[in-house]
C-alpha cells in the first residue's frame, strides 16, 4: 500500500484485491472501517476478538469485545458480505490485561488496560493472525494516522482532536506501525456515522463503548478483590507528616488526584496525593501538594529518530488522555527508562498512568509512569 494522506480513507491500492484484515469489535469505528475499504476494492475480512466470560460479555452494555458486540460485527460483516471469524483469546486477554490491572492496582497504581490490550493482544496476537491469513495490512478503527516520513512510517494524531486517540496507541512498536493501517485518521465521528448510514449498517447509531470493557459497573475494587482473594487489607490514611487522618478498606479504592471519598470530615479539602502499598498507607494533602515537575518513566516505547535518544530533547507530553499536551523535556536511558521534566508544575501526576510523547502531531513514543520511592 501506498503512503497515506490525511484526507480521509486510503490512498488507492497498489494492486487490486489486496487483503486487509479488519479488527471488528462491533462498534461503529470499526464497521464503518471495513465498509470503508470494501467500497475502496481491498479483500476484506473480518475478526473479532473474545476477550473474557461470555456471561459478563453479554450482561454488559456498552463495552467492547461483548457477546452483543461479537454478534454486532457478525451483521454487519453478512451486510458487507465479507468473511468473519470470532477468535476466543479470553486466556491471553487474561494473563496480559485482567491480571496486569489487579496488579497494577495492588501497586498503588492507576492502569489503562486499554493501552495493554492495543500493545499485546490485538496489535500482537491479532497482527500475527492477519497474517497467517494472507493479509497485507491490520486494519483498526482508531482515530490516529499513519504517515510514511524520511525513515518510514510515522504515528500522528488524528485530525479530529475531540477523537484523537493517539495516547492509547503509545506503545504500537516500529514493527507493528508498518503493519497497521488506521483509514479514520482524517475523519470526524459525524462522517463515519454517516458512511455507516450510507451502507446500512446495523451500528450506525450505536454509543460508543463506555468504561472498561472486563469490569462491570466500573465497580474495579470489587472486581480486583475477586480476583486477588486476601490481597485487599484496610490501612491508614495520613497527611503529608505522617499524622494519621483516618483508615481506609483498601488502597485499591483510590487513586492520586482523588477527592471524594476519603471519609474525612471538616477542615479544607483533601486529595489523594501519593498511594503507598508498601506501608499499606494513603497519603492525603491540599490541592498544591498534587502539583509536580518530573515524571519518572518506564517501559519506553521510542518512534522517534534513534540519535535523537538520550538527548534533553524538548517535546510536548499528555499525562492523562482527556488532558492536553504540555511543555517539558525528555531524557531517556538504554534500559527503556527515562524522566520528563514539565516546564511547568501540573496536578495529578499518577503512577500507571501513560506518559506520551509529541512532537506537534507526531508520537514520539511514551512511557508507564513510575512511583518515585
Request: charged letters at 25%; proline letters at 6%.
Amino acid at each position: 500500500m501506498e503512503k497515506e494522506s490525511a484526507s480521509p480513507g486510503l490512498s488507492p491500492v497498489r494492486a487490486p484485491l489486496s487483503r486487509i484484515v479488519v479488527a471488528m469489535s462491533g462498534g461503529v469505528d470499526s464497521s464503518a472501517t471495513a465498509a470503508l475499504l470494501v467500497e475502496q476494492g481491498f479483500d476484506v475480512v473480518g475478526v473479532t476478538l473474545q476477550l473474557y466470560d461470555h456471561g459478563l460479555a453479554l450482561a454488559k452494555k456498552g463495552a467492547c469485545c461483548a457477546g452483543q458486540d461479537i454478534y454486532d460485527a457478525r451483521l454487519v460483516a453478512e451486510k458487507l458480505g465479507i468473511p468473519h471469524y470470532v477468535l476466543d483469546y479470553e486466556s491471553r486477554f487474561q494473563q496480559s490485561v485482567i491480571d496486569e490491572f489487579a496488579d497494577s492496582y495492588l501497586r498503588g497504581e492507576t492502569p489503562v488496560p486499554c493501552i495493554r490490550c492495543n500493545h499485546t493482544v490485538k496489535f500482537k496476537d491479532l497482527l500475527a493472525t492477519a497474517r497467517d491469513l494472507g493479509a497485507e495490512a491490520l486494519a483498526t478503527g482508531h482515530y490516529v494516522r499513519r504517515i510514511e516520513g524520511d525513515a518510514g512510517p510515522e504515528l500522528h494524531q488524528g485530525l479530529d482532536p475531540k477523537r484523537d486517540q493517539s495516547y492509547f496507541l503509545f506503545a504500537t512498536t516500529r514493527a507493528q506501525l508498518d503493519f497497521l493501517r488506521f483509514p479514520l485518521g482524517g475523519w470526524s465521528k459525524e462522517a463515519t456515522r454517516a458512511l455507516a448510514l450510507r451502507h446500512g449498517l446495523p451500528v450506525a447509531d450505536k454509543p460508543d463503548s463506555q468504561d472498561i470493557c472486563f469490569v462491570p459497573d466500573g465497580a474495579h475494587a470489587r472486581f480486583i478483590e475477586k480476583l486477588r482473594p486476601g490481597a485487599v487489607s484496610p490501612g491508614e490514611i495520613v497527611d503529608l507528616a505522617g499524622q494519621v487522618l483516618g483508615r481506609h478498606e483498601g488502597v485499591i479504592n483510590f487513586t492520586v488526584g482523588q477527592r471524594r471519598g476519603l471519609g474525612i470530615g471538616g477542615g479544607e479539602p483533601l486529595y489523594v496525593v501519593r498511594i503507598e502499598p508498601e506501608t499499606n498507607r494513603v497519603v492525603a494533602g491540599p490541592a498544591e501538594a498534587l502539583r509536580g515537575s518530573r515524571v519518572r518513566l518506564a517501559e519506553v516505547n521510542w518512534l522517534g529518530a534513534p540519535d535523537l535518544l538520550c538527548r534533553d530533547l524538548p517535546v510536548q507530553v499528555k499525562l492523562r488522555s482527556a488532558q492536553p499536551a504540555v511543555p517539558a523535556r525528555l531524557t531517556l536511558d538504554e534500559e527503556g527508562g527515562g524522566e520528563a521534566v514539565l516546564n511547568a508544575p501540573a496536578a495529578g501526576i499518577a503512577p500507571g498512568q501513560a506518559c506520551v510523547f509529541y512532537d506537534g502531531a507526531r508520537v514520539l513514543g511514551g512511557g508507564w509512569i513510575r512511583r518515585d520511592l
